[in-house]
Nanobody, 121 residues
């Protein structure tokens, strides 16, 4: 499956962005999906994951209450609504698809190229 992210950009602290991840070449609804991010000099870290139906979601404590992961299986698209953004949220955000509901990078087989999110103070 191929994944392409969009929606990144530059935003002031306290602002919002909505990322999208368009999937093609596979049956989107059969994959568990996740968002990860990587800031310069840091390892790629887990942000959020969602089950195949969208009924279950999980977040890192760093974004809980501010970010919302969702999916539209009819449109083969994954979303990440990011509110109350902070400068420390600045990173490249990547979506990923895999066979299990997980917060581990190792459990995801397919990755997008990423979209840059920059939050200014």
């Amino acid at each position: 499956v191929q994944l392409v992210e969009s929606g990144g950009g530059l935003v002031q602290a306290g602002g919002s962005l909505k990322l999208s991840c368009a999937a093609s070449g596979g049956t989107f609804s059969t994959y568990f999906m996740g968002w990860f991010r990587q800031a310069p000099g840091n390892e790629r870290e887990f942000v959020a994951a969602i089950s195949r139906s969208g009924g279950m979601t999980v977040y890192t404590d760093l974004v809980k209450g501010r970010f919302t992961i969702s999916r539209d299986n009819a449109k083969n698209t994954l979303y990440l609504q990011m509110d109350s953004l902070k400068p420390e949220d600045t990173a490249i955000y990547c979506c990923a698809a895999g066979p299990r509901y997980s917060n581990s990078r190792d459990d995801y087989n397919y990755w997008g190229q990423g979209t840059q999110v920059t939050v200014s103070s």
